[in-house]
């Protein structure tokens, strides 16, 4: 069959199906692909932008596309985050410099760098920069976590005008995130690529561009590798002024143990911030109990980030 013909018949076909059938195949939202949010050793930063089509409620959440800091286009779940498109939220789906090849300090700085586009951006995508959101599962909830007790307000010096805005967010909703790479289960077991995360050592390769060598080089020191051990642990940059915080997480998680929600959701409590943790009875790294779960997330942020009356 000629070409022209087969076009023509697929034409027809398709004004046949009823639009209302239609309209339900299609997604609720638009989609901007590789939008780049920052460069680096030559190469681009990239989010996705999703904008629900239906109502837009004017505060935007970050979803961190991480799972075991291995970061990539394909990583970007839409079934995640379909609840927040639903009640009119723009998620701006990120990826950052990935393992095996960047460490967790680079990811967690991509991360900043991501918050502070968006911020710089609102106006461009109709969101209030002071009600932004972040969210992931497991590494992509460590690192949400990050961003919640580490964020900062920027450097006011900067060359870059992105580095001079804030890259602090309004509330956390995460699942089953690592929060303390040194007592990981229990007091003093490290983790570091270690142990229970033997299997993931490449982000835990920690390492520094000497001048001397003119390459980056591998940190061997046990000492400096527990202090930047201390740095990416959530919990060790908990204040006063942390965002509202929720987690969800497994009472029989393997590989993060629930241990880990249970010890940040007490020293935020402790330093008076708003913090709760959704425990699953048997749940374990993933599964259907964590997928009916994920409205909670969206209720989460619909209690705070809900536009001032």
């Known amino acids: 069959m000629r070409l022209w013909l087969v076009l023509l018949l697929f034409v027809i076909c398709r004004a046949m199906v009823p639009a209302v059938g239609r309209a339900a195949d299609e997604p609720n939202y638009d989609r901007s692909e590789d939008v780049i949010y920052g460069r680096k050793h030559g190469m681009a930063l990239t989010l996705d932008v999703f904008k629900p089509r239906a109502k837009v409620n ?129 007091p003093g077991n490290i983790a570091l690529g270690r142990g229970t995360l033997s299997d993931y050592r490449a982000p835990f390769d920690f390492n520094e561009f000497v001048p001397e060598t003119k390459r980056f080089e591998r940190i061997t020191d046990e000492a400096r590798v527990l202090e930047i051990g201390r740095t990416i642990s959530p919990v060790n940059h908990v204040s006063a002024d942390d965002p509202p915080t929720f987690i969800i997480h497994g009472d029989a998680d393997k590989l993060v143990p629930i241990q880990q929600a249970e010890l940040i959701i007490e020293k935020l409590k402790a330093a008076g911030v708003t913090a709760e943790l959704e425990a699953v009875a048997g749940g374990d790294h993933g599964g259907a109990a964590f997928a009916e779960r994920l409205p909670l997330l969206a209720d989460w942020f619909d209690k705070h980030l809900a536009a001032p009356k």
Request: charged share 20%; with cysteine.
């Open 58 to 186: 004017g505060a935007g959440v970050v979803f961190v596309a991480s799972g075991g800091w291995f970061s990539a286009h394909d990583r970007i779940s839409v079934p995640f985050f379909s609840e927040l498109l639903n009640r009119g939220y723009t998620v701006f789906a990120v990826v950052h410099g990935s393992q095996p090849r960047f460490t967790i300090p680079e990811a967690a700085a991509d991360i900043g760098r991501a918050v502070r586009f968006i911020r710089a951006h609102a106006a461009d995508y109709q969101v209030d920069p002071l009600r932004i959101g972040i969210t992931g599962g497991s590494a992509g909830g460590h690192l949400s976590l990050m961003q919640g007790m580490a964020g900062d307000l920027g450097k006011a010096d900067a060359d870059d005008p992105i580095e001079r805005v804030s890259s602090r967010v309004q509330a956390v909703a995460c699942l089953f995130p690592p929060t303390d790479f040194l007592n990981y289960g229990e």
